[in-house]
């Protein structure tokens, strides 16, 4: 079904689409249907389609796109009916060690969720996750939503360096570290399969409204 929203200008060269202010699959599925409807509206100008969590943001060319157009594509979008549509139609399996030096962090959130660290593995494991959005770094999927019972606070002071492949918990989210770099997520584990990589032909292993689900490997 269709909710309410508002579109915002951001300055004479973007705006946004901005939905429901909550983590909901629903509303992310309708963001990513509009960012798609906008990237294939053969409309001259566009710069950028970047869908998040709840929102859109559309960077164009003011000399070149027609802001009429492009306002009726952003209300018609997004007046349309939610859809759960995802780009594959099984999940992308993701091999994960946990714990030990791939996953510092699992001790921790064990200990704080009253369970044994095979118990909190197979609970992230159990899941089927969405990919809500990348950011943050290139090709860094923010997934949900995660089992409350292991859900956790980010540190209160980020590593100084979060090794490539690192799988992190944050609160509902989790996520793989597509690169070297600091990062403040929780680390339960770390796979050998890489989200960012130039050499492929599409650099990026996850596109959002993508399904996930982590695999426990020795």
């Known amino acids: 079904m269709s909710g309410p929203f508002r579109i915002v200008a951001a300055g004479d ?11 909901d699959p629903d509303i992310n599925a309708r963001a990513v ?8 509206s053969g409309l001259q100008g566009l710069r950028d389609v970047v869908p998040s969590y709840r929102s ?3 960077y164009f060319d003011p000399l070149r796109t027609d802001y009429d157009r492009l306002h009726s594509l952003l209300e018609g979008g997004a007046n349309s009916p939610a859809t759960s549509e995802v780009r594959g139609s099984e ?8 714990g030990g030096e ?3 962090d699992l ?13 909190v593995a197979d609970i992230h494991c159990a899941t089927t996750y969405r990919v809500y959005m990348l950011g943050f770094l290139p090709g860094f999927a923010y997934m949900g939503i995660v089992d409350p019972r292991i859900a956790a606070p980010r540190l209160a002071a980020p590593r100084v360096r979060v090794r490539a492949g690192s ?13 070297d770099s600091p990062g403040g997520w929780l680390l339960v584990g770390r796979s050998l399969l890489e989200p960012y990589d130039l050499s492929r032909r599409d650099p990026f292993l996850f596109q959002a409204g993508d399904l996930v689900r982590f695999l426990r490997v020795a």
């Open 91 to 98: 999940p992308i399996q993701i091999p994960v060690r946990y």
């Open 56 to 58: 859109v943001a559309v």
């Open 13 to 23: 060269s973007a705006v946004s689409v901005e939905f429901e202010e909550r983590i």
């Open 107 to 119: 001790s921790y959130i064990a200990s704080r969720a009253g369970l044994s660290e095979d118990e």
């Open 167 to 179: 799988v992190g918990l944050a609160g509902q989210q989790t996520g793989i570290y597509p690169i």
């Open 102 to 104: 791939e996953g510092p």
């Open 33 to 40: 249907a509009l960012a798609r409807l906008i990237r294939t």
